[in-house]
């Protein structure tokens, strides 16, 4: 099989997600129609998703549809790690450092990565939030606190 | 006249000076989030939601439609000017506005959009007002019942008519529905999908998923794309349409606004669809079609004026009914709840500055792009020379700290990061996530209905095709899902969706 299948990867995310769902929710009481206990739908939905899945499995399997396009691994892991690692400095270190790290993260996942501009525009970014948000909404979040 | 009285309550709503200010913000914000690929009005007003929590709903809601239909006049200034649709929406307006501009009439190009976009924007603000009391009324008469067939029928078709394939589009229907279980069930307080987590106790934030999976999941993707885009902008010299151009555009608008109308209140269809659908009918109706492509007026009057009133014509099931034909909708839908209003046909008499001054501000939002926009095209255009590898950072600032600030919460951030991976995935492997919305939206309401109409029926479930509304519903779902399924309809869609 192609490696790049496209649809049999979204049947295989589809089923996987199906089957997880059907595991959890065998574990809620379904009830009766009449009834319908917190289960039921869930239950539904999950088989629903099974279903689904399969189908695109073996659409894929016919159609040969490939997964076109680049796309970039780097982005992929250090977006989301910049926004953890702003979640963390927001409890710990306060409103500057969490925003400070979030753009640094943010710029650092992008193709073209310049070294001045990205400092700039970390700065520049940093007190536009700070006004904004701090000052200007009012949102009451301290621009750095203690460990 | 009681069409009238409506109105002028309405205005006086919209015309006060915070209302004003509001709409003026969001037909700017919307006008240059438009003009900036990349960024739609999808991830804006997810993004922007948090932040509309402390005004009044009224004008919350009046900034995001703002931004919504500022997009489509934005998007279609940068496919003028510089054959780069800013919108999936104005992508035919490149087709015959670009051929206008490098022909040199730039000017009459943007200025026959604008006019076309005003007119649509004005008859669909009569026509939400016109029937939207009507349908409201109807839908009062609804039971839980109808309802479950109506949202049936709404996802249903929203999947259908959606970008990609169709048992895709349904499937990632199911997922959304299913992201919509998981909290406390409201009827026996049991917790589903919760994973032991506290913070999941209340259910998946709406703004976490939306921005989730529209801004971040977005971005991701954007970023495995080669290359800075390059801008070559014409200028624009002489604004005003010759009186030929007008003649030439009189019937292409009217027709436009028509064919707009029609696809706005079928849910799934986005102005993409609109648009490509009046410019098929122009150049079928044209005495000399060779003229489409090479800078035809009527390649840009019609579809402009089609998928402003697309756009508009979308808040009608929303507002009556409760039912987000569309993505976005589903946003504003999501806007209305946090705002503590519950979505029905009961707003507009329970709340009728809310349903009277929106209507009004979009009218008014209308004349604002009309008269804003052509001074400012030098702006937005030189905007465009922003790169985006600036321009995504000050996304992601806008995004998280939006995420953050509805529950003060890190949890919520981590598990927007999870939805932009998710997101990032789901676009690539061809699962459109809007639908994806649609049923999160519509997941808990859909239960709810379905176990009130089944405990009312005593767990027998022809009710569903023993009431005549509800049988009405469940006849136009079969229907169109097996109209999905015949080959030639699949093909004929295939052309229309891309």
């Known amino acids: 099989m192609d490696a790049r299948n496209r649809d049999v990867w979204a049947g295989l995310m589809l089923l996987a997600t199906g089957v997880a769902a059907m595991l959890v929710a065998r574990g809620y009481p379904a009830g009766s129609a009449l009834r319908m206990g917190p289960g039921y739908f869930p239950r539904v939905l999950a088989g629903l998703l099974i279903l689904f899945g399969l189908h695109a499995v073996v659409t894929g399997l016919r159609r040969r549809e490939r997964i076109e396009g680049s796309w970039s691994p780097r982005a992929l892991i250090v977006l989301p790690l910049s926004m953890v690692l702003f979640g963390v400095l927001m409890e710990r270190a306060g409103f500057v450092p969490a925003i400070a790290a979030l753009v640094l993260g943010s710029a650092a996942a992008g193709r073209q990565r310049r070294l001045v501009e990205i400092l700039l525009l970390t700065g520049v970014l940093t007190a536009a939030s700070v006004a904004i948000f701090v000052w200007g909404l009012g949102l009451p979040y301290p621009l750095v606190k203690g460990p | ?498």
């Open chain 2, 1 to 498: 006249m009681a069409l009238f009285d409506h109105l002028i309550f309405g205005f006086g709503v919209a015309f006060s000076l915070e209302n004003l200010l509001y709409c003026l913000v969001g037909v700017l914000v919307g006008t240059l989030i438009g003009v900036l690929p990349g960024i739609g009005p999808l991830a804006t007003i997810a993004m922007l939601l948090p932040l509309t929590f402390t005004v009044p709903p009224v004008a919350a809601l009046i900034m995001l439609a703002g931004i919504y239909y500022g997009a489509q006049y934005g998007g279609s200034t940068t496919a003028i000017l510089m054959n780069l649709p800013g919108e999936t929406s104005a992508v035919v307006t490149c087709l015959d506005g670009y051929q206008m501009a490098r022909q040199g009439r730039a000017g009459p190009a943007l200025a026959i959009a604008a006019i076309g976009s005003f007119f649509a924007g004005t008859v669909c603000t009569l026509l939400i007002a016109l029937f939207g009391p009507p349908l409201a009324d109807l839908a009062l008469r609804f039971n839980s019942a109808d309802y479950f067939t109506l949202m049936l029928m709404g996802l249903v078709a929203a999947a259908v008519l959606a970008r990609g394939d169709t048992s895709t589009s349904l499937a990632m229907v199911v997922m959304g529905l299913l992201l919509g279980v998981v909290g406390t069930d409201v009827n026996s307080g049991a917790r589903r999908f919760t994973l032991g987590l506290t913070e999941l106790i209340d259910g998946i934030g709406f703004v976490v998923l939306a921005v989730g999976v529209f801004a971040v999941g977005e971005i991701v993707s954007n970023l495995g794309e080669p290359g800075e885009r390059q801008v070559f902008a014409s200028t624009v010299t002489g604004l005003f349409p010759t009186r030929a151009d007008l003649t030439r555009s009189f019937g292409p608008i009217v027709r436009g606004t028509g064919i707009g109308a029609f696809f706005g209140v079928l849910p799934g269809t986005g102005p993409a669809i609109a648009s490509f659908a009046s410019y098929m009918v122009e150049k079928r109706l044209a005495r000399d079609p060779s003229r489409f492509g090479r800078g035809a007026i009527e390649g840009v009057a019609g579809p402009e004026s089609a998928n402003n009133a697309d756009a508009q014509c979308k808040f009608i099931p929303m507002l009556t009914l409760g039912l987000p034909a569309s993505a976005v909708m589903a946003l504003m839908l999501g806007a209305l709840t946090i705002h503590g209003v519950a979505p029905g046909p009961q707003v507009m008499t329970q709340r009728p500055e809310l349903f009277w001054g929106l209507v009004a501000s979009m009218w008014i939002g209308n004349l604002m792009l009309l008269l804003l926009n052509l001074p400012l095209i030098g702006l937005w255009t030189s905007l465009l020379r922003v790169p985006y590898r600036l321009l995504f950072p000050a996304i992601m600032v806008f995004s998280v700290l939006g995420v953050y600030s509805v529950n003060n919460s890190s949890f919520d951030v981590y598990l927007a990061a999870l939805f932009g991976v998710l997101g990032f995935v789901w676009i690539r492997l061809g699962c459109s996530p809007a639908p994806m919305l649609l049923g999160f939206v519509l997941g808990p309401m859909l239960e709810e209905n379905l176990r009130r109409a089944l405990v009312a029926s005593r767990g027998d479930p022809s009710v569903f095709v023993t009431r005549p509304i509800s049988l009405v519903f469940l006849a136009v779902t079969v229907l169109i899902l097996v109209a999905a399924a015949v080959p030639t309809v699949r093909r004929r869609r295939a052309v229309i969706t891309g």
